[in-house]
């Protein structure tokens, strides 16, 4: 499992980013997939979760209605939809995949970590 993740730039408040994460090993292997986030100074946190075929989502709060997790399994590759984006929002963006089924907000769960992203949303 290689995951590469991209999408990451700097946006004004209120903007969109669409966040990619490809496994570029195609590892069949791999079940959920998530998105965490981690800003300076404070402990890396949950953002998002999809299962394995791609039906069921999970969110944080925070995100709740504004993100959007998707992910094409023919390419292995997730996706977060970010809108109405927030200053809160800045922060390293990771890539996260699971060998176990089912929808997991804790980061010890997750087995492969994409390298992270930046995403910095100005006000």
């Known amino acids: 499992v290689q995951l590469q993740a991209s999408g990451g730039g700097l946006v004004q408040a209120g903007g969109s980013l669409r966040l990619s994460c490809a496994d570029s090993a195609r590892t069949s292997r791999i079940s959920s997939m998530g998105w965490f986030r981690q800003a300076p100074g404070k402990e890396r946190e949950f953002v998002a979760a999809i299962d394995r075929r791609g039906t069921r989502e999970r969110y944080a709060d925070s995100v709740k209605g504004r993100f959007t997790i998707s992910r094409d399994n023919a390419k292995t590759t997730v996706f977060l939809q970010m809108n109405s984006l927030k200053p809160e929002d800045t922060a390293v963006y990771y890539c996260?995949?699971?060998?176990?089924?089912?929808?997991?907000?804790?980061?010890?769960?997750?087995?492969?970590w994409g390298q992270g992203t930046q995403v910095t949303v100005s006000s």
């Open positions: 996260a995949a699971s060998l176990a089924t089912g929808l997991y907000d804790a980061s010890s769960v997750y087995d492969y």
